[in-house]
């Protein structure tokens, strides 16, 4: 039996939430004390708390890739936070075996300063190398992350897609027996996931350690074969990957979807609009529960804003993501050359897409919306659901292919003499 890289007992985080009595300067409190110094002292205002995690226990062998899912505000940074000794525990502890290098938020173990080349050298000395192992792996870590020419450029400059890729290169290139992978590889382009990836594939064929936490469900599923499903802090469900990924998206992603969209806190921007509802229509603009393949449809999100006319560029867009998690197709109305100069205080953006090319099955529509180029309203989990059924996308009176293509499209064949 392997032994084991990390165990985890009881661990528990707490934070707090609400308002404080504002900081003061040494010389403000001293005044206060000199003029009042019988008086009793400001009672705080009240402070909520809310726990991030709460008793979690697991335990990873070494060399396992251990996966861990769930929704946003799930707990599932906090815990690697935790285990890269970046946030104190509230209770329970955590047991770790080896050097451990993480790859959290961007900017996390890099000194913004420092050159590129300067920062690789300090974080392999965190980790306890030395120079000359270090360099031994700096070829390979230039090469990778692809800024040989921003090697002497201070980090602080780095766009944040040039920041993640030299700090996956870093972390996955000095050795560490336990590596720790957030959300954060969405920062890169597509290829550079893909590469990412397949390095992680690499470092744990090696028998290496690797906590990963991301809602590609398909990566998840590629990389890991055991996982937790971790939900209001607290694990779910903990054991083989592909169950708790069909438990996820068959039964925890839909009861969050059935929270009224108006009322969902899931979610980022300004709030100079905000989704409240969604729904789609066929194309006689009647409200239904299923769509047919190569039939019209309209995708129907009503929104409210707090000013009365909004005279920017109001641009609005969604995407479809099959079960598993997989983006189908994205449709901005920035893509078509239709963003809004203006739009009402309340109303609906209709899209009226033709003859959708989508297979039979059941997909996840996300929204995004934003004014003047700033997100205004992005709800981070799915709004909805659509059935889609089988129609005659062909006009030919056959429903098509039958198979796990979800995208369907059409063609003229022909056939010439060579």
């Not at 469900?237 to 009224?260: F, K, R, W």
Request: glycine share 10%; charged share 25%.
């Amino acid at each position: 039996m392997s032994p084991l890289a990390i165990k985890v007992e009881n661990l528990s985080k707490q934070y707090r939430i609400g308002s404080r009595e504002p900081y003061k300067t040494i010389r403000e409190s001293i005044m206060e004390g000199i003029r009042v110094p019988l008086r009793r002292t400001k009672q705080s205002v009240k402070e909520e708390t809310i726990w991030a995690l709460k008793d979690i226990c697991f335990e990873v062998k070494q060399g396992e890739v251990l996966g861990i899912i769930g929704r946003n505000g799930a707990g599932k940074t906090t815990v690697l936070k935790i285990l890269s000794r970046i946030t104190e525990p509230t209770k329970g502890r955590a047991l770790l075996k080896g050097r451990v290098a993480s790859l959290l938020e961007v900017g996390t173990g890099f000194h913004p300063e420092l050159t590129g080349k300067e920062n690789i050298y300090l974080n392999g000395a965190i980790l306890g190398m030395d120079r000359y192992e270090i360099s031994k792996k700096f070829d390979e870590i230039v090469a990778f992350a692809e800024i040989e020419r921003f090697l002497d450029t201070p980090v602080k400059r780095y766009s944040s897609g040039m920041y993640m890729r030299l700090a996956f290169a870093v972390a996955a290139h000095l050795e560490p027996e336990i590596l720790f992978v957030d959300e954060v590889l969405a920062v890169g382009d597509v290829a550079f996931q893909k590469k990412c990836l397949g390095k992680m594939g690499d470092v744990a064929r090696q028998g290496r350690t690797i906590m990963f936490v991301s809602h590609n469900m398909p990566a998840v599923e590629n990389l890991c074969k055991k996982g937790i499903l971790l939900q209001s802090g607290e694990i779910l469900m903990q054991g083989e990957m592909s169950s708790l990924i069909q438990y996820y998206l068959g039964t925890v992603l839909p009861n969050a979807a059935s929270v009224p969209l108006a009322e969902r806190t899931d979610r980022t921007g300004n709030g100079r609009i905000k989704l409240t509802d969604f729904h789609i229509e066929d194309g006689q603009n009647k409200p239904v529960s299923a769509l047919q393949s190569g039939k019209d449809a309209v995708f129907v999100f009503r929104y409210t804003s707090p000013n009365a006319d909004i005279a920017t560029n109001v641009s609005v867009g969604f995407g479809l993501y099959s079960e598993t998690g997989q983006l189908l197709f994205v449709l901005y109305s920035t893509y078509t050359g239709q963003d809004f100069n203006m739009v009402p205080a309340k109303g609906e953006f209709r899209c009226h897409t033709l003859r959708i090319p989508i297979a039979p099955g059941r997909y996840r529509v996300g929204a995004r919306v934003t004014v003047g180029g700033e997100e205004a309203d992005w709800p981070r989990e799915t709004i909805g659901y659509i059935d889609i059924e089988p129609g005659d996308f062909y006009g030919t009176g056959s429903l098509g292919f039958e198979g796990k293509c979800p995208v369907l499209i059409d063609g003229a064949w022909s056939v010439t003499p060579v």
